[in-house]
């Protein structure tokens, strides 16, 4: 088996391109680090950002009761599950799209009429450079984590790059 080094799933030998995330393989395609943002980038893993722990929500839930959790909790996303299993995502970016002005009279509606089907998720051990890509070309500000069996385990978000990313320029600058 060989392990992709973006995603950390488990591939066949003499595969090309990751099953899973359809990466190469073979990392000689990439352009060498040139600073140490970059560097740290391709080598730390979705660990280090020290995904918090999600907030799960039933795919039966009305949107006023998700709605209403994520404003007391002040967090952007809820994850849906449905017999224990992760299901959907519901953010406050599905509110503004798909809800907009029509909220109230959705409210009593299921949240799993609205949420974001089938999310894709990343393993802890993904690489944060290909954690940064999959949001940026899925347009998603969070993703789910989830362990070696599939199982959610975190949540990270734009703002936990953005804050990794200002640590790592802030080191880098010591550095030099």
Known sequence: MITCESCGHENIE?????????????DTYLVPPSNFVE???LEDRVSVLNPRKPITVEASATVQEVMQ???????????VVQDGRTVGIFSERDVLIRLNTDAPQLKHRPVSDFMTPNPRTLPMD???????????LGGYRHVPIVDRDGNLCGIISARDILRYLTE??????VKN
């Not at 994520?70 to 994850?79: E, K, P, W, Y």
């Not at 790592?168 to 600058?173: D, I, L, N, S």
Request: proline share 2%; charged share 25%.
């Open 69 to 79: 959790t994520l404003v007391d909790r002040q967090i952007g996303c809820a994850v």
């Open 168 to 173: 790592k320029m802030t080191a880098g600058e």
């Open 126 to 136: 993904a690489k944060i450079a290909f954690a940064t890509q999959r949001m940026d």
């Open 14 to 26: 003499g595969a090309y391109e990751c099953e899973e995330c359809q990466q190469p393989l073979d």
């Open 39 to 41: 560097q740290s980038l």
